[in-house]
């Protein structure tokens, strides 16, 4: 049901008389903007606009009135006739966000030199808990970056026991042999004495002049790819991380973020053993 107003919906096919919840174990309501923005549906700005427009139903009835309140869970909020759903575990109390960090952003909460950071891409109010980075993305990397305020998940994302595959695009000005790749799919020896597993390495188009390679690590050493670039003599134009695990950036617009879906939440515990 919906509380705050001078009535309340019914769902398709019931009546239902006006009435104000009195029940104590009935779910926490929220403004319906803010649940359409943390289903990844749009902004909260954006929201009120929708909402504005007609575009929004709320069990079966048509909202244009902003301020509504809706229960998670319980009302059926739909979007042009789609039904619009939180993520699972958002609903229980933490949030899972994917965002596409830009180049020259700093993963961090706060920096000292007054750079932009990550958190800066992100409304805070839209968030139940106090959100974090899982690892870092370097200053001049983009790409995919996990932000949580599960702390048992972003430790296991973290740990070497539990590492998952990290698959990145790196465009590089000179051509790439056989040598090259060959070097970095049997474990190479960086110039610091690190010794690294077997990264996988698959060529992608190639423009005239630059080359292409999609990278994938299976460990979590500091900046990897670049040390191992600089090893080999190639000089990075653009590193993009465009996948974690089950979790694909996809089309997602650099500095756009988005909640991860229940299948992709569900899916990467899974593989943390959680």
């Known amino acids: 049901m919906l509380a705050g107003l001078l009535y309340s919906f019914a769902r398709p096919g019931h009546t239902k008389a006006m009435s104000t919840p009195t029940s104590s174990h009935a779910p926490e309501s929220c403004r319906l903007n ?3 923005a943390q289903a990844g549906v749009c902004s909260r700005r954006k929201a009120d606009t929708y909402i504005a427009a007609g575009r929004v139903q709320v069990n079966g009835s048509l909202v244009t009135q902003l301020g509504v309140q809706v229960h998670p869970g319980q009302d059926e909020v739909r979007v042009d006739g789609r039904v619009v759903e939180l993520p699972e575990a958002q609903s229980a109390g933490h949030d899972y966000i994917l965002l596409h960090k830009p180049v020259q952003v700093v ?3 706060k920096d000292p030199q007054g750079r932009r950071t990550v958190l800066d891409l992100l409304p805070s109010q839209t968030f139940t808990r106090r959100i974090f980075p899982v690892g870092r993305l370097d200053f001049m990397s983009e790409g995919l970056l996990l932000l949580t305020s599960d702390g048992e998940l972003a430790n296991r994302l973290t ?30 020896r960086l110039s610091e004495g690190e010794q690294l597993a077997p990264v996988d390495v698959q060529r992608r188009k190639t423009a005239a002049d630059t080359s292409s390679l999609e990278l994938t690590l299976h460990q979590g050493v500091n900046r990897q790819i670049r040390r191992m670039c600089r090893d080999l003599g190639l000089t990075i134009l653009r590193l993009k991380r465009i996948r974690q695990g089950p979790v694909r950036l ?12 229940a299948t992709e939440i569900t899916t990467l515990k899974k593989r943390l053993g959680l």
């Open 250 to 261: 996809g089309k997602l617009p650099q500095g756009h973020w988005r909640h991860l879906t």
């Open 159 to 188: 740990h070497p026991r539990w590492h998952v595959e990290k698959v990145y695009e790196v465009t590089l000005r000179e051509a790439v042999t056989e040598e090259h790749m060959r070097q970095m799919s049997s474990g190479m």
């Open 34 to 36: 803010k649940f359409l």
């Open 107 to 109: 993963t961090t909460a």
